[in-house]
C-alpha cells in the first residue's frame, strides 16, 4: 500500500477541490456581505464611499436592538433546556439501557425523524399546537381546559416546543459519544474511592463529557441561531429574530441592511464558538485518556 | 470452626492467647450467576486481620467476580459476605471499608496526579489541609512526588500503577483488593513491584486479596493461596501446602511442576494403595478408598529419581523427548506409556545425564506420592 507524505505536492493537491468549493461557496460570499454592508449607496459607486452609516442606523433603532437580545436570550434559554434534556437522554441511554437490542430501538427512535428535513418537522408542529390541534384536543378531551388554547401556536412558547424537539438530539450526540468513551472501571474505581452515584457523575462522568456538551452547546447555538424557518412557520408573523431580519429586509430589497444583520449575526455566532474553545479544547478531545 | 486454619504460623503466635481473632473478610457460601452462567459458585473464604490472599485461577474461574461481589461491585445472589465482622453483602461499595487497584489501573483521567491520589480523602470529608499535607506525604512514600502535576495520560505504565497504589491506600482502607495489578506492567519491572507490594502490604498489615493466574505471583506472595476453577474453590492453603499436596487433580496439573496420574484402586495394604492407571501400576500412600474406586495422584517433577534404589518402589519406562535448562533446573520431558507427558527436574549445575531420545527408567518412593483426596467446594 502506497502513502502519501504529508509534505509531498500530491497532498496539497488533494486539498484542492474541497479548498476550491469552501473559496467559492463561503469565503467569498462573506466577503461579499461585508462589503455591501458597507456600501454608502443602493450601489457601489466612487460618489459613494464606504461607510459604517449603516452599523449606525441599526445600533440607533432600539427596536432592532431588543430583537438582537430577544434573539440571543431565547437561544441561550434553548441551549439550556436542550442542554439538560440532551444530556439526560444520553446518559439514560448509554448507562442505563444495557439491552443492545433497546439501545438500538432508541437510538432509531431519536435518529429516524433527523431523515426528514429540518423545515418540515418544523411545520409538523403547527397541527399539533393549534386551537384545534392534538394538544388542544387531548386537554379539552380529558377537561383539563374548556376552550383550547391559543398561546401554544404562533408564540414564542411554540417556537420553543418545536426547536427543542428538531435541536436536544445535536445536544445529546456528542455527549453519548463521550459517555461512551469513560471506561466503566472509572466509575467503579470513584465508588470504591467511597463516591456516592452522585459525586461520581459530578467528579467523573460529567467533568470527562464536558468535550461533549460544549460542542453540543454549540451546534445548538449556531442552529437556533440561524433558524429563521421555524421561527417564521411556528411563531407566524408575531415573532421575529436576527435571522427573519435579514430575510424582511431582503425581501424588502434593503441590501445594505440586509447584509448589516447578517454580518452581526456571524460576529454574534463567532463569539459563541470563540468562548466555546476557550472553556473545552475541542482540538484535543479525548486526548487524556 | 477454627477460624485459623488458613493464617500463617508467624501470624497466631502474634495473637493474644484468649481473644478471638478478628477476621478481615469473610464470604459464607456466595453465588453469583449471570442467566445460565454461573460464575461463582458457593465460595467460602476467611480471610485474617492483615493475610495476603492470592485467588489463583485460569481465565473465567470466577476470582475476578468474586473480588467484585467483596467490592460490592456486584451483588452476590446467595450468601453473606462479612468485612471486619460486619455483614455487607447488600451494601454498596462505598459504604465498605475496602480499596481496589484495577487491571488497567482506572485513573481519573482529567485529575492530576494529586488530585487523583486526594480523591479518597476528599470523599470522607477530611479537611483540605489534612488532604494536601497527607497527599504530600504519600506521593513522597511512594515515590511519585514529582509527578504531582502531572494528568495520567503522560505516565508510563509504572508510574501509574504507582499512583493507583497510592490512591487506593491513602484512604487506609481494612482490605485492599487487587485485580491482576502488575498485569499491565512490562515483565521486568514485575519482580521488583511484587517485592515493593509484599513488604507493604507487610508494612501496612492491610489485609491484601490479590487476583491473579500466575501462579508465581501468587506463590511468592500470598501467605494463603486460594486456587479456584469453574466457578469454584479447589483448594486453599499455605503456598507450600498447595504445592506440596494438591488437593485435586485440577490443583495439581494448574500447578507447575506436577504429574498426575488417574486410575482404578486395585488393592490396599499397610496404608498404601496400589492403583491401576494406563501408565502403569502404583503405590500411593491412602487409606480411605474402597477397592475399585476412580482416583487421582500426583508426584512432583523433582521427586523422581533416574538413579533408582530400593525404596523407588514407582517405576515406569519412558522416553525423553526433551531437555530444558533453566540455569538451576533441568527439566526432561518424557513421554508416558500412555501418551501423556511426564516431568523430570533435576537440580544442581551438574552435567546432563539425560539426552534427548533417550528410553530411561524412571522412579519414586510411594511417600512422595500424592492423592487427590479434595473435592472442589
Excluded at chain 2, 501470624?11 to 473478610?25: I, K
Excluded at chain 2, 500466575?214 to 474453590?233: C, K, T, Y
Aim: hydrophobic share 50%.
Amino acid at each position: 500500500m502506497s502513502t502519501i507524505r504529508v509534505r509531498s505536492a500530491a497532498s496539497y493537491w488533494l486539498a484542492v477541490p474541497a479548498a476550491a468549493w469552501m473559496l467559492g461557496v463561503v469565503v467569498v460570499p462573506i466577503v461579499l456581505l461585508g462589503w455591501v454592508s458597507l456600501w454608502g449607496g443602493r450601489s457601489f459607486s466612487p460618489a459613494s464611499p464606504l461607510t459604517f452609516d449603516n452599523y449606525s442606523k441599526f445600533f440607533a433603532n432600539k427596536t432592532y436592538l431588543q430583537l438582537a437580545l430577544s434573539t440571543v436570550t431565547h437561544t441561550v434559554m434553548l441551549m439550556a433546556v436542550t442542554g439538560v434534556v440532551g444530556y439526560a437522554i444520553a446518559y439514560f441511554m448509554t448507562m442505563k439501557v444495557r439491552h443492545p437490542a433497546w439501545r438500538l430501538v432508541l437510538f432509531l427512535a431519536f435518529v429516524v425523524p433527523f431523515w426528514t428535513s429540518t423545515l418540515i418537522r418544523g411545520i409538523a408542529w403547527v397541527p399539533f399546537l393549534g386551537v384545534n390541534g392534538v394538544i388542544n384536543q387531548a386537554l379539552m378531551i380529558t377537561g383539563a381546559t374548556r376552550s383550547p388554547i391559543e398561546a401554544f401556536l404562533y408564540s414564542r412558547f411554540g417556537i420553543s416546543m418545536a426547536q427543542v424537539s428538531l435541536y436536544t438530539m445535536m445536544a445529546a450526540g456528542p455527549v453519548i459519544y463521550m459517555l461512551n468513551n469513560i471506561a466503566p472501571q472509572l466509575r467503579e474505581a470513584a465508588m470504591t474511592l467511597k463516591a456516592p452515584p452522585f459525586v461520581v457523575f459530578w467528579r467523573i462522568v460529567f467533568p470527562l463529557t464536558l468535550p461533549g456538551v460544549v460542542i453540543g452547546q454549540v451546534l445548538v447555538f449556531l442552529n437556533v441561531m440561524a433558524d429563521f424557518a421555524t421561527v417564521a412557520t411556528v411563531g407566524g408573523n408575531k415573532h421575529a429574530m436576527l435571522p427573519n431580519l435579514v430575510l424582511l429586509f431582503y425581501e424588502g430589497s434593503q441590501h445594505r441592511a440586509a447584509s448589516v444583520v447578517a454580518v452581526l449575526l456571524m460576529a454574534c455566532m463567532l463569539i459563541g464558538v470563540i468562548a466555546a474553545m476557550k472553556v473545552v479544547d475541542i482540538r484535543r478531545l479525548g486526548a487524556d485518556r | 470452626m477454627d477460624t485459623l486454619a488458613h493464617t500463617v504460623p508467624g501470624n497466631e503466635a502474634a495473637l493474644p492467647a484468649m481473644a478471638r481473632p478478628q477476621l478481615d473478610l469473610e464470604l459464607r457460601g456466595i453465588r453469583k450467576r449471570y442467566g445460565d452462567f454461573t460464575a461463582v459458585d458457593g465460595v467460602s473464604l476467611k480471610v485474617a486481620k492483615g493475610q495476603f490472599v492470592c485467588l489463583l485461577g485460569p481465565s473465567g474461574c470466577g476470582k475476578t467476580t468474586s473480588l467484585r461481589c467483596i467490592a460490592g461491585l456486584e451483588e452476590p445472589d446467595d450468601g453473606d459476605i462479612l468485612i471486619g465482622g460486619k455483614e455487607v453483602t447488600k451494601d454498596p461499595p462505598w459504604e465498605r471499608d475496602i480499596a481496589m487497584m484495577f487491571q488497567d489501573f482506572a485513573l481519573f483521567p482529567h485529575m492530576t496526579v494529586a488530585k487523583n491520589v486526594a480523591f479518597g480523602l476528599e470523599m470522607l470529608k477530611k479537611p483540605k489541609a489534612a488532604i494536601a499535607e497527607r497527599v504530600q506525604q504519600v506521593l513522597k512514600s511512594f515515590e511519585i512526588a514529582s509527578l504531582a502535576d502531572r494528568k495520567p495520560g503522560s505516565l508510563s505504565g509504572g508510574q501509574r500503577q504507582r499512583v493507583a497504589l497510592a490512591r487506593a491506600m491513602i484512604t487506609e482502607p481494612r482490605i485492599l483488593l487487587l485485580d491482576e495489578p502488575i498485569g499491565a506492567l512490562d515483565y521486568s519491572l514485575r519482580e521488583t513491584v511484587m517485592l515493593e507490594l509484599k513488604l507493604l502490604q507487610q508494612r501496612t498489615g492491610i489485609s491484601f486479596i490479590w487476583v491473579t493466574h500466575d501462579q508465581n505471583e501468587a506463590f511468592s506472595l500470598g501467605d494463603l493461596v486460594v486456587v479456584m476453577n469453574h466457578a469454584r474453590i479447589e483448594q486453599q492453603g499455605a503456598p507450600e501446602e498447595i504445592l506440596q499436596r494438591p488437593a485435586t487433580a485440577f490443583v495439581a496439573s494448574f500447578v507447575q511442576g506436577n504429574n498426575v496420574f488417574r486410575g482404578r484402586v486395585v488393592q490396599a495394604v499397610d496404608g498404601l494403595l496400589k492403583v491401576e492407571t494406563p501408565a502403569g501400576s502404583f503405590l500411593v500412600p491412602g487409606s480411605d478408598c474402597a477397592i475399585g474406586s476412580e482416583v487421582s495422584f500426583s508426584v512432583r517433577a523433582e521427586n523422581l529419581t533416574d538413579i533408582t534404589g530400593d525404596h523407588h518402589l514407582n517405576r515406569l519406562t519412558a522416553r525423553c523427548t526433551a531437555v530444558e535448562y533453566f540455569g538451576s533446573v533441568r527439566r526432561h520431558i518424557f513421554e508416558r506409556p500412555d501418551g501423556e507427558l511426564l516431568k523430570y527436574d533435576q537440580f544442581g549445575a551438574h552435567a546432563a545425564r539425560i539426552a534427548a531420545g533417550q528410553a530411561t527408567v524412571l522412579g519414586w518412593r510411594p511417600e512422595d506420592t500424592v492423592l487427590h483426596t479434595g473435592v472442589a467446594a
